[in-house]
């Protein structure tokens, strides 16, 4: 069992930056496979990016490529996720995920915890 507890979001403009960070409390964090989801209003909820287990590898989603940057800290329980070049397209609610596997299921029918999310506002 793993909680996890998203933090960082907020209303920015265009073109502006923010950063989401997700901390992970019970068993060992570098047995999840972690990941963000987002879901815009009115939508379902979609694939962002993930991380491998130990780290390293990371996959992301074409919209939010060369934007968004996933990384995590394995001493610190805490996965980020660091976007820029935001756009009112990537408003939506921010969901923390976490799969025991050693890659995250860009599904999320397949996911096995998630955070309780984090608003994400971008406006023009």
């Known amino acids: 069992q793993v909680q996890l507890v998203e933090s960082g979001g907020g209303s920015v403009q265009v073109g502006g930056s923010l950063r989401l960070s997700c901390a992970a409390s019970?068993?060992?964090?570098?047995?999840?496979?972690m990941g963000w989801f987002r879901q815009p209003p009115g939508q379902a909820r979609q694939f962002v990016a993930r991380?491998?287990?130990?780290?390293?590898?990371?996959y992301y989603t074409d919209s939010v490529k060369g934007r968004f940057t996933i990384s995590r800290d394995n001493a610190k329980n805490t996965v980020y996720l660091q976007m820029n070049s935001l756009k009112p397209e990537d408003t939506a609610v921010y969901y923390c995920?976490?799969?025991?596997?050693?890659?995250?299921?860009?599904?999320?029918?397949?996911?096995?915890?998630w955070g309780q999310g984090t608003q994400v506002t971008v406006s023009s």
């Open positions: 995920a976490a799969n025991t596997a050693e890659y995250l299921s860009t599904t999320w029918t397949n996911i096995d915890y």
């Open positions: 019970g068993r060992t964090f570098s047995s999840y496979a």
């Open positions: 991380i491998k287990r130990t780290g390293g590898i990371t």
